[in-house]
């Protein structure tokens, strides 16, 4: 999520015209901080364990899409399955 994105949502939100964007604002500020709690708990070895299972081409990916764009749909994620 970029902060451009949550600040129109909020602006639309006073406006009374935001419910819908500041519903789904809601639900991905919680499913980052329900990610982020989770993975403050891993180790070193939690995180290789994970890229490992991600599979080469996500771990490229991770590498080379900035963090913002995957919330905005131009992930490059699409097609990518976990290696388990």
Do not use: K, N
């Amino acid at each position: 999520m970029t902060g451009l994105w949550g600040g129109m949502a909020a602006a639309q939100a006073l406006l009374g015209q935001g419910g819908g964007a500041a519903r789904r604002l809601r639900a991905e500020l919680m499913a980052h901080h329900l990610a982020r709690r989770i993975l403050s708990r891993f180790t070193r070895e939690d995180y290789e364990r994970l890229l490992w299972g991600l599979g080469r081409r996500a771990t490229q990916v991770l590498g080379e899409v900035p963090r913002d764009a995957f919330g905005a749909g131009r992930g490059g994620c699409s097609g990518l399955s976990p290696a388990w």
